[in-house]
């Protein structure tokens, strides 16, 4: 046995399921689907009942199952016995005494370094955590393409209350809010920072970051991992098994260590500056207090009150010249001065529900329960005044986002952009092809710009609303830089279609790629582009042909195409309709979405966009009102995950044949000349665009490109591509496209509906 081995005190077993078990040696005979990470102590009552709900979790995935053991008891032998029994691969590490310092949190961490999965999901071994949720939880984590998803008490049908007390319930809400006012941004999408059921894809967490103590190990990750993209799904708490619950005086000081370590460790030498000031202001407190209330005779309440304020001016005008001095604020004096009173004020309303929890709960001493308070308060006043009141640090910084598109393009964005998440990258790219800044557009500022016209080139679309309106200035520089108006921070959708997709489709032609208006699956190893004209179908096409047919999906609205024939993925999420919702069998939407697609549906329809478009021609702020109509009713995007559970995506493949569907009172299939099939697909890549400022974007680029005419080299890309390659136009009157479309192309999918008479696919001939 090697060293490495002999780490481990009870070993690392694991079951390949036929009964057969070896020592484990780093990897097991399959890569799991996931790993599941059971932290336990003491837990030997709950093995047996866990392991057996798990096994009907994902039936049809393999699943590996560490448990991580701090205990003393017969726990190691509870799970040696499981594992005898169990279909799923289970891994035991049993650790000594002396390494079980970190606590709970610790234990995750060693279970995530063994984890075989890409996806890890982290319970309780009391069964408080449902098995049943996991399957949720990795749903929304490939639908939503996220990184963590935790299972929250707090939202939709979640349960917060079962098995508390109201003292422990006081004091888990206590417990909840200082984490999130002493990390505001970093929790902002998190509504249960105590929860320990998550789960996470192990290659977005910096386990080398992690410095765990205790038990609440999500915390710790999702402050030291601020890119983390956080979802949630509701659950109920469960009943204890057995066992008995780890709460203690001791796990309570550890949390509050925690929050101290995790809010200071940026600024330890400040935090001191700060704790000095607070205790300044206690003798500052009585001094005057015993003035109002002895020799000027004020009652003894109103004196407290006075002389409250009185300390908080003292003690803001020191922190204001010696905690926080030469800090860049983002706020003026007088905004600093009345949230600094008022944190004060309110910070005294939070020590009693504090207290009481410390005292009742925790059976604390007072006069130790109260000294905690005080410290505590320290930390979250501490925590309030860096992050809200002098916003010191990181939190002056901008977020912004980044996007590698196959390593052709890149974007960066001060505003999340979903219809780009899939090409979302971690790191920050210091030079993108497209920057893109939201921000007040000055008159001034662009006149000169326009003056300096031989240094800067740049075009600007202004409906006159100022900041209220949509606007926008494109820059030509090291990077095409986009300046926005602060509405379309709000409206992401429209930021991208209307600016950054018209931006992108020319700088592509550019680079020798054509953006054709055209969805993409794959049979084996060909691809084929599926066009048509706007709100034709083509959604419910792809959709029911992924459900029905072998094939592979590439792209639902835009394909990358290259003059060789190969097409890239562009997996933008799929714009929906009722109608396309009832044509599939397992959609994933909750009642919520399902109710706000009837009237997304009405505001997004065809008739919808006809009337956005006849407005275009009257002077009116058409854009300003398409950006206000989809911030009131967003439009109803879903990746395909949420739509085809398992459908197979693929990156990239060789272009095999065109096919062009068309809505018609008869049903044909027939072959398109080359001309046809190249003009088709033209028109309509142009009828998906044309939307102000879509003009003014493409004379702009057309012009900054050397005189280049992108839109010829454009079709000549494309002409290319399908050179000597087969185009079908089909048409339908039940608009069942997907049914005939194989045959069509000359595949047999073994489909046992009646097909349309099969069609000869004859490749196109080439094109000069």
Same mark, same amino acid.
């Given at each position: 046995?090697?060293?490495?081995?002999n780490?481990?005190?009870?070993?690392?077993?694991l079951?390949?399921g036929?009964?057969a078990?070896?020592r484990?040696?780093?990897?097991?005979?399959?890569k799991p689907?996931?790993?599941v990470?059971v932290p336990?102590?003491?837990?030997?009552e709950n093995v047996a009942?866990?392991?057996a709900?798990?096994e009907?979790?994902l039936p049809q995935?393999?699943m *590996?199952i560490?448990f991580?053991?701090?205990?003393?008891?017969?726990?190691?032998?509870a799970?040696e016995q499981?594992r005898?029994?169990?279909?799923?691969?289970?891994? @035991?590490?049993h650790?000594p005494?002396?390494?079980?310092g970190d606590?709970?949190?610790?234990?995750v961490?060693?279970?995530?370094?063994?984890?075989?999965?890409?996806?890890v !999901?982290?319970m309780?071994?009391d069964?408080?955590?449902p098995?049943e &949720?996991i399957?949720?939880m990795?749903r /929304?984590?490939?639908?939503d393409d996220?990184?963590?998803v935790?299972?929250?008490r707090?939202v939709?049908?979640g349960?917060a209350?079962?098995?508390?007390g109201?003292?422990?319930?006081?004091?888990s809400?206590? #417990?909840t809010g200082a984490a999130?006012?002493m990390?505001?941004?970093r929790l902002?999408?998190?509504?249960d920072p105590?929860?320990?059921f998550?789960?996470?894809?192990?290659?977005?967490v910096?386990?080398?970051?992690?410095r765990?103590?205790?038990?609440k190990?999500?915390l710790?990750?999702v402050v030291?991992n601020?890119?983390l993209?956080v979802?949630?799904?509701?659950?109920?708490?469960?009943?204890?098994?057995?066992?008995?619950?780890k709460a203690?005086l001791?796990?309570?000081l550890?949390?509050l260590? *925690?929050?101290g370590?995790l809010r200071?460790g940026?600024?330890?030498?400040?935090?001191a500056?700060?704790g000095l000031?607070?205790?300044?202001?206690?003798p500052v407190n009585?001094?005057?207090f015993?003035l109002l209330?002895?020799?000027?005779?004020?009652?003894?309440?109103?004196a407290?009150a006075?002389? $409250?304020?009185l300390?908080?001016a003292?003690?803001f005008?020191f922190?204001e010249a010696w905690? %926080?001095r030469?800090?860049?604020h983002?706020?003026?004096?007088r905004?600093?001065?009345g949230l600094?009173?008022l944190?004060?004020?309110?910070?005294?309303?939070?020590?009693?529900p504090?207290?009481v929890?410390l005292?009742?709960?925790?059976?604390?001493?007072s006069?130790l329960a109260n000294?905690?308070?005080?410290?505590?308060?320290?930390?979250?006043?501490?925590?309030v005044a860096? /992050?809200w009141?002098w916003? #010191?640090?990181?939190?002056?910084?901008r977020?912004?986002?980044s996007y590698?598109?196959?390593?052709?393009l890149?974007?960066t964005s001060?505003?999340?952009?979903p219809?780009l998440?899939?090409f979302?990258?971690p790191?920050?790219i210091?030079?993108?092809?497209?920057?893109?800044?939201?921000?007040?557009?000055?008159?001034?500022?662009?006149?000169?710009?326009s003056a300096?016209a031989n240094l800067?080139?740049?075009?600007?679309?202004?409906?006159g609303?100022?900041?209220?309106?949509f606007?926008m200035e494109?820059a030509?520089g090291?990077s095409i830089e986009?300046?926005?108006s602060?509405?379309?921070?709000?409206?992401?959708h429209v930021?991208?279609t209307?600016i950054v997709?018209?931006?992108l489709?020319?700088?592509?032609v +550019?680079e020798?790629?054509?953006? &054709?208006?055209g969805?993409?699956?794959?049979?084996?190893?060909?691809?084929y582009?599926? /066009?048509?004209?706007t709100? $034709?179908?083509k959604t419910?096409t792809i959709?029911?042909?992924?459900?029905?047919h072998? !094939?592979g999906f590439?792209?639902d609205d835009?394909?990358l195409?290259?003059?060789?024939?190969?097409v890239l993925t562009?997996?933008?999420?799929? =714009?929906i309709?009722r109608?396309?919702? +009832?044509s599939?069998? =397992?959609p994933?939407?909750? &009642?919520?979405?399902?109710?706000?697609l009837?009237?997304?549906s009405?505001?997004h329809?065809k008739s919808?966009?006809q009337f956005a478009?006849l407005? =275009?021609?009257f002077h009116l702020p058409?854009?300003?009102?398409?950006?206000?109509?989809?911030?009131?009713?967003p439009?109803?995007k879903?990746?395909?995950e949420r739509?085809?559970?398992?459908v197979?995506t693929?990156?990239e493949?060789?272009l095999a044949?065109?096919i062009?569907?068309?809505?018609?009172?008869e049903?044909?299939a027939r072959? @398109?000349?080359?001309e046809?099939?190249?003009?088709?697909?033209?028109?309509n !890549?142009?009828?998906?665009?044309?939307?102000?400022p879509?003009?003014?974007i493409e004379h %702009?680029?057309q012009?900054?490109?050397g005189?280049v005419?992108?839109?010829?080299?454009?079709?000549?890309?494309?002409?290319?591509?399908?050179s000597g390659l087969?185009?079908?136009q089909?048409?339908?009157s039940?608009?069942?496209w997907?049914? +005939?479309?194989?045959?069509?192309?000359?595949i047999n999918?073994?489909? =046992?509906?009646e097909e349309w008479?099969p069609v000869?696919?004859i490749?196109?001939?080439a094109?000069?």
């Amino acid at each position: 046995m090697s060293d490495s081995e002999n780490s481990v005190t009870a070993g690392v077993m694991l079951s390949n399921g036929n009964g057969a078990h070896s020592r484990w040696n780093g990897s097991a005979p399959h890569k799991p689907d996931l790993s599941v990470i059971v932290p336990t102590r003491n837990e030997a009552e709950n093995v047996a009942v866990l392991v057996a709900r798990l096994e009907g979790v994902l039936p049809q995935k393999r699943m *590996q199952i560490i448990f991580v053991d701090d205990s003393d008891d017969a726990t190691p032998a509870a799970i040696e016995q499981a594992r005898l029994t169990s279909n799923r691969e289970i891994v @035991l590490i049993h650790r000594p005494e002396d390494r079980r310092g970190d606590g709970l949190g610790g234990a995750v961490v060693e279970g995530l370094r063994a984890a075989a999965a890409s996806w890890v !999901c982290v319970m309780d071994g009391d069964l408080q955590h449902p098995p049943e &949720v996991i399957e949720s939880m990795l749903r /929304t984590a490939r639908g939503d393409d996220a990184d963590l998803v935790l299972g929250s008490r707090h939202v939709g049908d979640g349960d917060a209350e079962t098995g508390f007390g109201t003292a422990r319930s006081l004091l888990s809400k206590a #417990s909840t809010g200082a984490a999130k006012l002493m990390f505001p941004r970093r929790l902002r999408n998190v509504t249960d920072p105590m929860s320990g059921f998550f789960l996470v894809r192990k290659d977005a967490v910096a386990l080398d970051k992690l410095r765990p103590r205790g038990f609440k190990i999500l915390l710790e990750i999702v402050v030291r991992n601020p890119a983390l993209r956080v979802r949630e799904v509701a659950f109920q708490f469960g009943t204890r098994h057995g066992g008995e619950s780890k709460a203690s005086l001791r796990e309570g000081l550890v949390y509050l260590l *925690q929050l101290g370590r995790l809010r200071i460790g940026e600024g330890p030498l400040r935090f001191a500056r700060f704790g000095l000031v607070g205790a300044s202001g206690l003798p500052v407190n009585m001094l005057a207090f015993w003035l109002l209330a002895g020799p000027l005779g004020l009652h003894y309440l109103l004196a407290a009150a006075a002389a $409250t304020q009185l300390s908080s001016a003292w003690l803001f005008a020191f922190t204001e010249a010696w905690v %926080f001095r030469g800090a860049a604020h983002r706020r003026p004096l007088r905004a600093r001065l009345g949230l600094f009173f008022l944190m004060n004020n309110l910070a005294l309303a939070l020590r009693g529900p504090l207290l009481v929890g410390l005292v009742s709960v925790l059976q604390m001493d007072s006069l130790l329960a109260n000294f905690i308070s005080l410290v505590s308060l320290t930390l979250i006043r501490y925590g309030v005044a860096d /992050t809200w009141i002098w916003g #010191s640090g990181e939190k002056r910084v901008r977020r912004a986002y980044s996007y590698d598109i196959h390593g052709v393009l890149s974007v960066t964005s001060e505003v999340h952009l979903p219809e780009l998440e899939r090409f979302r990258v971690p790191r920050m790219i210091e030079t993108p092809t497209v920057r893109v800044r939201i921000g007040r557009l000055s008159r001034a500022q662009s006149d000169l710009v326009s003056a300096l016209a031989n240094l800067v080139r740049h075009v600007r679309y202004d409906e006159g609303l100022g900041p209220f309106g949509f606007q926008m200035e494109i820059a030509m520089g090291k990077s095409i830089e986009v300046l926005a108006s602060p509405l379309l921070r709000w409206s992401p959708h429209v930021l991208y279609t209307n600016i950054v997709e018209p931006i992108l489709r020319w700088t592509f032609v +550019k680079e020798g790629y054509s953006l &054709v208006h055209g969805a993409c699956v794959a049979f084996g190893d060909d691809a084929y582009l599926i /066009t048509a004209r706007t709100d $034709t179908g083509k959604t419910t096409t792809i959709l029911k042909t992924l459900e029905h047919h072998p !094939c592979g999906f590439l792209s639902d609205d835009l394909t990358l195409l290259r003059a060789d024939g190969r097409v890239l993925t562009y997996p933008k999420p799929l =714009t929906i309709s009722r109608h396309t919702v +009832k044509s599939v069998r =397992t959609p994933l939407l909750s &009642v919520k979405e399902r109710l706000l697609l009837f009237y997304q549906s009405r505001v997004h329809s065809k008739s919808g966009r006809q009337f956005a478009m006849l407005l =275009t021609r009257f002077h009116l702020p058409v854009a300003t009102i398409n950006t206000l109509v989809q911030l009131i009713v967003p439009p109803p995007k879903y990746h395909v995950e949420r739509l085809i559970p398992n459908v197979e995506t693929v990156r990239e493949s060789q272009l095999a044949g065109l096919i062009v569907i068309e809505r018609s009172d008869e049903d044909s299939a027939r072959e @398109l000349a080359p001309e046809d099939a190249l003009e088709t697909l033209m028109e309509n !890549c142009a009828d998906s665009y044309g939307f102000p400022p879509y003009e003014s974007i493409e004379h %702009f680029l057309q012009g900054v490109h050397g005189g280049v005419n992108l839109l010829q080299k454009e079709r000549e890309l494309v002409a290319a591509a399908l050179s000597g390659l087969p185009a079908m136009q089909l048409r339908s009157s039940t608009m069942d496209w997907w049914r +005939k479309m194989p045959s069509a192309i000359g595949i047999n999918t073994a489909h =046992t509906e009646e097909e349309w008479p099969p069609v000869r696919a004859i490749p196109v001939p080439a094109v000069d």
